[in-house]
């Protein structure tokens, strides 16, 4: 959560006593970057925002003691503008006044009460908490979606190696419905878990809430720390082969150079439990595999404002290379470590019920005692 101290920021500033740390960012502002007229919703106690002019690609981004150009910050990826594109939307940009319409009529059910009772109101209302998007830093553009390649802005069709995944998922979980993930903690989804969150990457992607990020640069790494669930990414510079095939990490192993303007970082090494998920249907479905190689572009284009854009390629889950664009925009710091860990009492209180609803379903069956 945002507005307090990290100590995982803390303990890697410790730990990497040679990255030069930057300043916080400054108030999030709204950025228009050619077309895309990128615009931002501001948090409920902040100033509303003002249209800068067009023109982002002759901006000349500050540098860093060491002369690259400077990325550091807090930066926030929520946005509206869904990875793929509507079934019933046809064209590349909405006008200024569809998105506009859009826009009000997301953050009005955002703003929504949850219903006394229900299962997402004992969980916790987002509004009180201000996890909802309409009270974070939102980035958006007028385009239908963050797929660029291909142009229809959707994910390619998966592989018939994809297809077998997926039906072995299927059929392992079939007629046991969301009991399925509360029969053993290896069901559980990794983020139930603490383990791993939307959100970390790579790619950066949208986490629904907690979605600021915290670059810290110095001479020769770059360091890129998520809110959600606080993971740091170490990513050095200095051309370093990547690693063995056999080593391999949740978030991959990355490795970046300086291609002018922007910063290129190669991502290999997953451990294929934490795959690359469109979230979709049909070709959107399928989650990477181990041998996904993720691509990122970051791209300053203003003072507030860092294109983003990345490339999946796993010829084992997709039959072609998707590259999607969103928009990381100047927030607010410092940011608030998110404790949430492995040892988690929820999961222990889960498995509980679950086989406490066993005992109950037992006992309903014919026969039994």
Request: hydrophobic share 30%; aromatic share 8%; net charge neutral.
């Amino acid at each position: 959560m945002r507005m307090r101290i990290s100590a995982g920021v803390l303990t890697i500033a410790a730990a990497m006593m040679w990255l030069t740390t930057n300043t916080a960012g400054q108030q999030a502002g709204s950025v228009s970057t050619a077309k895309p007229a990128a615009t931002t919703a501001k948090p409920a106690a902040a100033t509303p925002a003002t249209a800068a002019k067009p023109g982002a690609r002759s901006y000349k981004a500050p540098r860093t003691p060491d002369g690259q150009p400077d990325l550091g910050g807090f930066w926030s990826n929520a946005t509206y503008t869904p990875l793929e594109r509507p079934n019933n939307v046809t064209k590349e940009f909405y006008t200024p006044e569809e998105f506009s319409k859009l826009r009000r009529e997301r953050q009005a059910a955002d703003e929504e009460q949850t219903t006394p009772g229900t299962t997402n109101d004992v969980h916790y209302d987002f509004t009180q908490f201000g996890l909802d998007k309409s009270q974070h830093t939102i980035v958006q553009n007028l385009r239908t979606s963050q797929i660029i390649d291909p142009p229809d802005g959707k994910v390619p069709p998966i592989t018939a190696e994809a297809q077998q995944r997926a039906q072995a998922r299927a059929a392992e979980q079939k007629g046991r419905g969301q009991t399925w993930q509360y029969e053993r903690v290896q069901n559980m989804p990794t983020g139930s878990r603490c383990i791993m969150m939307g959100g970390a990457g790579p790619p950066l992607r949208d986490a629904g809430y907690n979605s600021t990020y915290h670059i810290v640069q110095g001479q020769g790494n770059v360091m890129v720390l998520t809110e959600m669930i606080h993971d740091a990414r170490i990513i050095p510079l200095d051309n370093r082969p990547a690693p063995p095939a056999g080593l391999q990490q949740w978030v991959g192993m990355s490795r970046g150079h300086w291609e002018g303007e922007t910063l290129v970082v190669e991502t290999t090494n997953f451990n294929g439990r934490n795959p690359v998920n469109p979230g979709g249907r049909g070709a959107g479905a399928a989650a990477s595999s181990e041998h996904v190689k993720i691509t990122e572009r970051f791209t300053r284009v203003s003072d507030e404002q860092i294109e983003y854009k990345y490339t999946v390629d796993d010829p084992h889950t997709w039959t072609k290379p998707w590259t999607a664009l969103n928009y990381l925009q100047k927030t607010n710091g410092p940011i608030f470590e998110f404790a949430c860990h492995e040892t988690n009492y929820g999961v222990a209180n889960i498995l509980a019920g679950a086989r406490e609803d066993d005992k109950k379903a037992a006992q309903k069956t014919p026969g039994s005692k």
